[in-house]
Nanobody
Framework: QVQLVESGGGLVQAGGSLRLSCAASGRTFRGSAMGWFRQAPGKEREFLARINWTGSTPTYADFVKGRFTISRDNAKNTVYLQMNSLKPEDTAVYLC???????????WGQGTQVTVSS
């Protein structure tokens, strides 16, 4: 059974940092891209960042460029999201996803809550 488990969320003050992790189990995602998304209450899920298997070409949503960094450790089957200069509007449930297809990502984690206080 494939599982993606996020961790590292929590409560942080504005301007602070958090590092999220997403550990995959049940299979390796060799050759597969992985991504991070978030969803705030009453809002649509939004794309944050994506990283390919080699980590050579990460892509970011414009509103996180320069603040968030995606990385992965293939030996640990884990993808990370380093978040700096956090703002109250970054408050959301953060989810990781793996194996993009034409209809979207095939596998999703359950998410980790990030709350940024002002």
């Amino acid at each position: 059974q494939v599982q993606l488990v996020e961790s590292g969320g929590g409560l942080v003050q504005a301007g602070g940092s958090l590092r999220l992790s997403c550990a995959a189990s049940g299979r390796t995602f060799r050759g597969s891209a992985m991504g991070w998304f978030r969803q705030a209450p009453g809002k649509e899920r939004e794309f944050l960042a994506r990283i390919n298997w080699t980590g050579s070409t990460p892509t970011y949503a414009d509103f996180v460029k320069g603040r968030f960094t995606i990385s992965r450790d293939n030996a640990k089957n884990t993808v990370y999201l380093q978040m700096n200069s956090l703002k109250p509007e970054d408050t959301a449930v953060y989810l990781c996803a793996a194996e993009p297809t034409a209809r979207g990502y095939k596998y999703w984690g359950q998410g980790t809550q990030v709350t940024v206080s002002s």
